[in-house]
């Protein structure tokens, strides 16, 4: 009975001390943000299929996210990406740039404790997940379409 | 005209893709590892049910450059593999169709991880 008043006025305590943001302002930078980042990749898209005409449109998207992938990390070695994440949000996480800033980030942060456990492990924090739940999840797409293509 | 609707479209869905995220971060405190994994399933989903084409043929980089995009490629590799190699297109599909975000993301990070040093967070 004790423990749970305890936790309840520990709960009541870091609520109180969670950094509060503004729900409204965030919503509309996220917006913002995200839109800009993916015009941003639109752009990037429509420029290699103007310099590469014969380029398959699998692979000219590969490149865009190649493209964006290495700007994001770039921009997060110079610190600049994590600033956009602090007002942006989800605009900064949810496109692919995230996923390559959550990469690059933990691993410029903990280079302090070596390349082998510092660096490389540090790097899967965040994307070890994403490419757990991709893996597993494709693997599962691909045997269900294998089965129906035995029918 | 054309250019500049395409345009349009890709922001405003981009958009709305990413303050939905938003929105999930802010009702119920995710955290950016689970909003990344959430949003991948659904490209995932998206892609085997058969609508992510319509999806992306409309909205283009409005939804390819989000994350749902990376989880539908995935999906794209393993259902394409699986036409061509059988069996083993279950395995190899998937991360193959991927491989070059996933390299990509890897070896830059590890560059710059080598070259800049860590900026403290305030």
């Known amino acids: ?151 | 005209m054309d250019i500049f609707l395409t345009y349009l479209i890709v922001f405003l869905v981009g958009g709305l893709v990413c303050m939905i995220g938003e929105v999930l971060i802010i009702t119920t405190n995710i955290t950016s590892a689970r909003i990344l994994v959430t949003f991948e399933m659904l490209g995932v989903l998206l892609q085997a049910v058969g609508v992510y084409e319509y999806i992306s043929d409309f909205a283009k980089a409005g939804v390819n450059v989000p994350i749902i995009g990376f989880g539908a490629s995935l999906a794209k590799g393993a259902i394409g593999a699986v036409k061509t190699n059988g069996f083993l297109g279950i395995f190899t599909g998937g991360l193959a169709a991927t491989a070059g975000g996933i390299a990509a993301a890897i070896f830059f990070a590890f560059i710059f991880a080598l070259i800049f040093k860590s900026h403290t967070k305030k």
């Open chain 1, 1 to 151: 009975m004790e423990d749970k008043q305890r936790n309840l006025q520990y709960n009541r305590y870091v609520n109180s001390k969670i950094p509060k943001t503004h729900p409204w302002p965030t919503l509309f930078y996220s917006f913002i943000v995200g839109g800009l980042i993916c015009v941003l990749g639109q752009g990037i898209n429509d420029i290699i299929m103007v310099l590469f005409p014969y380029m398959s449109q699998a692979s000219a998207w590969a490149i865009t996210l190649i493209v964006l992938i290495f700007l994001a990390s770039f921009l997060t070695g110079l610190g600049i990406y994590d600033q956009i994440g602090k007002f942006a949000g989800g605009g900064s996480i949810v496109p692919i740039t995230g996923f390559s800033n959550s990469i690059a980030s933990p691993s410029i942060e903990f280079k302090s404790e070596g390349i082998i456990y510092g660096i490389c492990v540090k790097m899967f924090t965040i994307a070890g997940p994403v490419i757990v739940f991709g893996t597993v999840s494709s693997v599962l797409v691909g045997f269900i379409y294998w089965i129906i293509g035995m029918f």
